[in-house]
């Protein structure tokens, strides 16, 4: 996210906050929000080696073969499943920690 989108404000007192959060420790939800980023992070890089492994063999098959559908259908899903867990990714921002 930008920072356009806030205002002057916003900032100083989001900078006033990091001062003040300082040698501090981490509150239990800005580790339960790393933790759950982690996963995020886990499931979108699985899914594209998945996605990889399909389209690997995709190439290597006979393009008259019902495989290939099966292929291009599964490609597709994972294309989604990547952008839904950006979405998700989007939605928590980056770690607070």
């Not at 995020?40 to 290597?60: F, G, N, V």
């Not at 292929?71 to 950006?86: P, Q, S, T």
């Amino acid at each position: 996210m930008s920072e356009d989108n806030f205002s002057p404000e916003d900032i100083t007192k989001h900078a006033e906050y990091q001062e003040e959060k300082k040698g501090c420790p981490p509150r239990v939800c800005e580790i339960e929000i790393c933790n759950e980023l982690q996963e995020l992070e886990k499931s979108k890089y699985d899914t594209r080696k998945l996605r990889k492994r399909a389209r690997i063999q995709l190439k290597k098959s006979d393009p008259d073969t019902p495989e290939v559908s099966r292929l291009k259908e599964e490609i597709a899903r994972y294309y989604n499943e990547v952008a839904e867990w950006d979405r998700k990714i989007a939605r928590y921002g980056k770690c607070p920690i």
